[in-house]
C-alpha cells in the first residue's frame, strides 16, 4: 500500500483490548475502525469473533460481516475491500485505524503483498500441502529454506500453513 497518509495500527493478542481502543482511538480521530481479522469478517461468528455489538460502537467498524461462512473468501479478496476502505477514508482526510491481532490481514493491506488469482494459487497451496503430508512438516521447510532462506527464517518449521 503507497504511503498517501497516516494509519494507526492497534494489534495485539486475543481478549488484550484492542477493539475498546481502537475504537476509542477513532472516536477521537473523527475516523472509522478498519477490522483486520480474519475470523469479524464472516457474518453470523459474533460470540467467538468476540465482535463488538453495534450498540457498543462509538464509530464506524469495516470490514466486518462482510462475507458468508460458506462462501470461498480469500486474503486477496480481504486486502481489495480492506484497501478501498482505507482509501476512501484518506480520500476524505480522515485516519483509518486497523485493528485485529491476524498478522497476514494486517500485512495484506499495509504491506506491498501479491495474492495469486484463481485457481493457480490454490494448486500451489494443495502441492505444498501433499508435500507436507507425505513427506513432513520439516520436508516442507527445508525446501522453503532453499528458495526463500529470508521467510525460512522467521517461519517456525511446525507452521505447514504458512
Keep these: 500500500m503507497s504511503a498517501r497518509g497516516p494509519?494507526?495500527?492497534?494489534?495485539?493478542?486475543?481478549?488484550?483490548g484492542k477493539s475498546a481502543l481502537a475504537d476509542l482511538v477513532a472516536e477521537r480521530l473523527g475516523s472509522s475502525v478498519v477490522s483486520v481479522d480474519a475470523m469479524q469478517v464472516y457474518?453470523?461468528?459474533?460470540?467467538?469473533?468476540?465482535?463488538?455489538?453495534?450498540?457498543?460502537?462509538?464509530?464506524?467498524l469495516l470490514m466486518v460481516?462482510?462475507?458468508?461462512?460458506?462462501?470461498?473468501?480469500s486474503v486477496r479478496?480481504?486486502?481489495?475491500?480492506?484497501r478501498a476502505c482505507v482509501d476512501a477514508l484518506l480520500d476524505e482526510g480522515r485516519v483509518p485505524v486497523l485493528?485485529?491481532?491476524?498478522?497476514?490481514?494486517?500485512?495484506a493491506v499495509i504491506d506491498e503483498m501479491e495474492f495469486p488469482a484463481g485457481e493457480k494459487g490454490c494448486e500451489a497451496r494443495g502441492r505444498y500441502e501433499r508435500l507436507a503430508a507425505e513427506r513432513?512438516?520439516?520436508?516442507?521447510?527445508?525446501l522453503?529454506?532453499?528458495?526463500?532462506?529470508?521467510?525460512a527464517a522467521l517461519i517456525h518449521p511446525n507452521n505447514v500453513r504458512r
Excluded: I, W
Excluded at 457474518?43 to 464506524?60: I, S
Excluded at 479478496?77 to 480492506?82: D, I, K, N
Excluded at 513432513?136 to 527445508?142: K, P, S
Excluded at 522453503?144 to 521467510?151: G, I, K, M, T, V
Design 7 to 16: 494509519v494507526v495500527c492497534v494489534v495485539g493478542p486475543t481478549a488484550s
Design 144 to 151: 522453503l529454506a532453499e528458495r526463500d532462506p529470508e521467510s
Design 136 to 142: 513432513g512438516a520439516d520436508a516442507l521447510h527445508a
Design 77 to 82: 479478496l480481504f486486502q481489495r475491500e480492506a
Design 65 to 73: 460481516d462482510v462475507a458468508d461462512p460458506l462462501e470461498d473468501y
Design 43 to 60: 457474518r453470523g461468528m459474533d460470540v467467538g469473533t468476540a465482535k463488538t455489538p453495534p450498540g457498543e460502537r462509538c464509530v464506524p
Design 99 to 107: 485493528c485485529g491481532g491476524t498478522g497476514l490481514y494486517l500485512n
